[in-house]
């Protein structure tokens, strides 16, 4: 089963074979570590830059406005702070130019906490991304989802910031049509021994996958569930550890994929049915873009109950095991949420 | 006789519209109409409002780029006396590099896509955009804020410009933003002809992305054909030059990186295109960077926000040039006409600001297979 890393891997070779893509650049990005997740190893478009999280965005951009779709990487989405204004000029670029200058690019960064990644390598940035307008925000929370979405972010022909759940990169997810089964042997560079290293790509029929639709993860009539990324999974375990005739038909998990623009006929249909909504995600709770998908599915729908659970609203995720767990959602505080969110147990 | 408060005012209006149209300097707004235009021909052979100076009167290089140096002024003194008669919202440009900005202009190779040069300006480059065709009619669209507005339609400020069939890159308020981008448009000109001129005031070096500019530019076999412009007034705003700088001169920290660097008089026009040309073409034939460090005046402060008076200790460039005053009258003629016409077209509607939030997708691949 392919990685999120390899299906990501995979989409950008179908890209810079297929798409045009020339340029694909960041810190580390190309060999001979191809990205510190591995996402682009033996890809012939990838080139390292120097660590400069400005000139990266800055480049994209350029390229952006010469018309040229490129995807750069910042390393880790907690470097991506000292690029905010550039962004936010990438963003209104369209907009400002009487749409003379669209800004055709893909700003990959894995984001999230779940690997002991500490202050630095656990932030999660969509709430500060989602006040920028003109970005496209997308999270995938498995393999299928990262190839597809990775494709449609290339031809969008805006800007967007496709975020990877660093937890989730190099777990195998979900195999792809026409993965072969030595996969890894094929495309993942080795250890050592890499000078000389060429992958053996396997043909992988393409496909996309909208920006702009939601994915039902489950199906159910009492309360509907909101995530996306690295927190799905987080979800469907916290759902198992509830008795099977408490959440069995009862709970619509929607696995939101596009943050920005999100699926608003999606998620109001789900919770004029069910009339309870639970938005679970890992970035700190206060101004959270849960909030937001709260107050217009509310205006939208008028729940009897909309629920949010965030990280807390802390200045980092400690890297000890039990400060992360004290900050960030887990299986347990989620169980416990849908516990008493599920009707006849207040 | 009882006075009607709204009459006085639609009076008000008029008066004030007619002393911006034909260029009344604010202080003398309260006498004859007829003052500011007692020197200007009323019969000039002038060209259509819509279209801007094909330099009548301009026969080789020198009269292009001196005429531009005039027209560039002319239209500067026009949106400044906009705001002035609050017409227009804020003013900021650049009186003071209009020879240097000119001969840059005159450079230029504009068209669309990696073989045409690609502009990353700032906001007092307006000179160069004349130079490179664009009208003055749409700068003052612009500053006015109407539906017209070509570059912006009625969203950004004066003199933020922009014009992708040229190449000219859109002029961003936060300096030092074009030091990033330029980086993107010369990697997307490597296997091409053009080349990428990005322009930045003295001040703007004092942000990383001019150090993200050098370094990138200069890896080792990675070179970027890129023409560093800095234009420096020596002063920031209001944060003068030698507060700030260690050196007295920009160019030693190209030259770090190894970069070629040459300084310039910006109020020559001599000095300047002759220095221009040989930078665009070491830039354009080896494929590396090359860096001008322009001395040039402010002549009207850092914007409108500080009164955007005529400092009078500033050196004019157009004072060394004396061009004929005919020039300037006819160009006054013109900007006085297009002034009048562009008071005529709609402002910008409310709604219109929901449009261009995004660009069209690409052309979908037809063997694409799309997902639910």
Known sequence: MATIAQAIRLALRYAEQELGVRNIFGQDVGPPLGGAFTITQGLDSAWNSPLDERGIVGTAAGLAMMGETCVCEIQFGDYIFNTVDLLRLIGNTCWATRGQFPMPMVLMAPVGAGRHGGIYHSHSIESILSHLPGWKIVMPSNSRDAYGLMVTAILDGNPVAYLIPKALALSPAQALEGEPVNLKERINAPVKGREN?????????????PIGKLDRRREGDRLTVVSYGRMIGIVESAIEQISESRVDGHIDLLDLRTLVPYD??????????????????????????????????????????????????????GLSQSLEDHTVPTVDRVAKALDHMLPGTD | MTKDPSAEKTVAIHWLRACF????????????????????????????????????????????????????????????????????????????????????????????????????????????????????????????GRETDPYSQGRNFANHFCN?????????????????????????????????????????????????????????????????????????????????????????????????????????????????????????????????????????????????????????????????????????????????????????????????????????????????
């Open chain 1, 197 to 209: 290293w060429r992958p053996d790509w396997p043909e992988i029929p393409a496909f996309s996958v």
């Open chain 1, 264 to 317: 608003m006929d999606g998620l109001t249909a789900s919770v004029r049915k069910t009339g309870a909504l639970l938005v679970v995600n890992e970035d700190s709770e206060q101004t959270n873009f849960g909030e937001h998908l709260i107050r217009v599915v509310s205006e939208a729908t008028s729940p009897r109950t909309a629920v949010l659970l965030g990280a807390r609203h802390l200045p980092g995720v």
């Open chain 2, 21 to 144: 149209i034909l260029g009344l300097p604010h202080e003398i707004r309260g006498g004859s109409v007829f003052v500011g235009r007692s020197t200007l021909p009323m019969n000039a052979d002038l060209d259509s409002q819509t279209t801007r100076s094909p330099h009548v009167n301009a026969h080789d290089l020198r009269n292009r780029i001196v005429r531009n140096m005039l027209e560039s002024r002319c239209l500067d003194e026009r949106l400044i006396l906009s705001q002035q008669y609050g017409l227009g919202h804020f003013w900021t440009g650049g009186p003071g590099e209009e020879a240097f900005n000119s001969c840059l202009g005159a450079l230029l190779n504009p068209g669309r896509g990696p073989d045409f040069d690609f502009l990353l300006p700032h906001y007092r480059s307006s000179a160069i955009a004349l130079m490179a065709g664009e009208r003055s009619i749409d700068f003052i669209r612009q500053m006015l």
């Open chain 2, 164 to 372: 992708a069939d040229r190449n000219l890159g859109p002029v961003s308020s936060p300096v030092n933003s074009q030091f990033a981008f330029g980086l993107g448009t010369a990697r997307a000109q490597l296997n091409s002809r053009g080349i990428t001129v990005v322009v930045g005031g003295d001040a703007s070096t004092h942000q990383g992305d001019f150090a993200s500019l050098l370094i990138w530019s200069t890896r080792p076999g990675n070179n970027l054909p890129i023409l560093i412009v800095i234009t420096n007034n020596g002063i920031g705003i209001s944060t003068t030059y030698e507060s700030q700088h260690a050196r007295p001169s920009i160019v030693d920290r190209a030259e770090a990186f190894g970069i070629r660097t040459a300084t310039v008089d910006g109020l020559s026009v001599d000095d300047s295109y002759s220095t221009l040309e040989h930078a665009f073409e070491y830039v354009r034939t080896e494929r590396k960077p090359f860096f001008v460090e322009a001395r040039v005046s402010r002549l009207f402060g850092h914007a409108s926000s500080s009164g955007a008076h005529r400092e009078a200790d500033a050196e004019d460039p157009l004072d060394r040039e004396s061009p004929p005053v005919e020039w300037r009258a006819e160009i006054e003629e013109r900007l006085c006409r297009e002034v009048e016409q562009v008071l005529a077209e709609p402002p910008v509607e409310g709604s219109s600001a929901e449009l261009f939030v995004w660009g069209n997708p690409r052309r979908w691949p037809p063997s694409l297979k799309r997902s639910a």
